[in-house]
């Protein structure tokens, strides 16, 4: 079996579209939304390439202290002063008609 120049031609052609394929393919899967796929289908023969199923974690729990809450201080009190009662005045001296005695020599 010999290779004519026509027939490598052909090979050659088609391994240059599959190599430029496969590196079109793999630089469109830089990014990790863009899926491809490879499949040969034959009668009794199903061969499929495709990228690994891509499984997230779920984030981690992000734990984080409330906002503060601020209260109005409460309105001012006005309470009316208590009564004051005052009592008659106080006298400090001695009773009257203390002065007014007999015994001291007050005659009339």
Known sequence: MS????TFFKW???GAVAAGAL???ASANARGDVSWSVGISAPGVAVGVAAPPVYYAPPPP???RPAPVYYAPPPPVYYRPAPVYYG???YYGPPRGYYRHH???HWR
């Open 3 to 6: 290779l004519t120049r026509s």
């Open 62 to 64: 992000v734990y984080y």
């Open 23 to 25: 590196f079109t393919a």
């Open 88 to 90: 008659p005045p106080a």
């Open 12 to 14: 050659a052609a088609a």
């Open 103 to 105: 015994r001291h020599g």
